[in-house]
DNA sequence: TTCGTATGAATGAACG
DNA sequence: CGTTCATTCATACGAA
């Protein structure tokens, strides 16, 4: 996606060019009414639609939009989530370990779930490849996208809804799309 | 700097061993090439073959899997329509309320427009076209969810649509709960 | 200044 | 497909 969105937040008609607010901060009104929703009404799946309401709302109280919302309420969400799950392993024994609240360093004993392919019809092959011993670094002189002699539509099951219903007819175009951005500068 | 460029991208050499880090994050390479297709190309609904003919490609540049290429796709279409239906809706009696989307100032947006999915469709004039069974007019008092102070706190998931689709509703009651938060104090 | 914490923002993954 | 979850990056701010 692009990188470059939280840059610019609109100012809308007040502009402060000198990066002193690049990011959006809640004023004290603003947050009273989104704390209140949240906490008093137990809002919190508040939908496109009342994203935006809510956002015209608060427009009153300063500067805003809808994103900012939108990530309110999913980062109030999350990190509510993640305390409740890391009270949940507090040593029973006797010290308060309270190390919450942390940036994710302290290590959790969260299970890794690499459950793959669970749902998304694509069944790949599921294994985790290592790296190889040396990363392939992108070279200039990239040779020309390299024959797929072998079998690659083999393990694919297809049960995906977007089957065209052609089985592969525009491998050339894609093809040709691949090798076109060898090395463009445009990252 | 106008771009943060998320780091943790590919560490140039030696990609963590499995367990450290789970989640796939495309080279700059990988992007690249992934956002070619799509904006450039308007290459939005790769079918199976073409997943695993990109992620073949996009091999030599990391590792990555199809499921990667995959998930990509879906988020990136998923999340442009997220964000063109969160900076439309003028509200229907006609206020004056422009510029709602504002990052595009600088941005390197250069979506191109092509062909969407099957369900609406733009009119000349900028309306809204709804390709479905029905059309439903009028969004104005629809009581859509039941809080209003007490028994929210079940497990409320206010999916938009109630049937016929089409939020917007519940504009009624959320203008309450923000008024109701015009001077309280709290915290 | 440096460090730690709180939090806005981004995005990969997954659910229904 | 739209929405939600999980994890991470980035940054503002206050304490040491």
């Known amino acids: 996606m692009e990188q470059q969105t939280q840059q610019q937040i609109e100012d809308g008609g007040n502009n402060q060019a000198a990066g002193t607010n690049n990011r959006w901060a809640p004023t004290p009104p603003q947050l009273r009414i989104l704390k209140g929703l949240y906490y008093d009404k137990g809002f919190k799946y508040p ?3 009342q994203i935006q309401e809510i956002c015209l709302h608060l427009k009153q109280y300063g500067q805003i939009e809808d994103k ?4 309110w309420f ?6 509510e989530r993640q305390k409740l799950k890391e009270f949940r392993n507090v040593p029973v024994g006797g010290s308060l ?3 919450f609240g942390s940036t994710g360093s302290t290590s959790t004993d969260r299970s890794i779930d690499l459950n793959f392919g669970s749902r998304v019809g694509y069944g790949a092959d599921g ?3 290592e790296q190889r011993g040396e990363y392939h670094q992108e070279i200039e002189t990239l040779p020309l996208f390299p024959m797929h002699g072998e079998d690659i ?7 995906s809804e977007g089957g065209s219903g052609y ?3 525009s491998r050339i175009s894609l093809e040709l799309s691949l090798n076109s951005y060898r090395d463009t500068d445009m990252a």
């Open 97 to 99: 370990d309270l190390n």
């Open 47 to 49: 939908t496109p639609e």
């Open 74 to 79: 999913q980062n109030l969400k999350a990190r």
């Open 167 to 169: 089985g592969g007819g």
């Open 68 to 71: 900012n919302v939108f990530f």
């Open 127 to 129: 294994s985790i490849m």
């Open 153 to 159: 539509f083999g393990n694919m099951k297809t049960t």
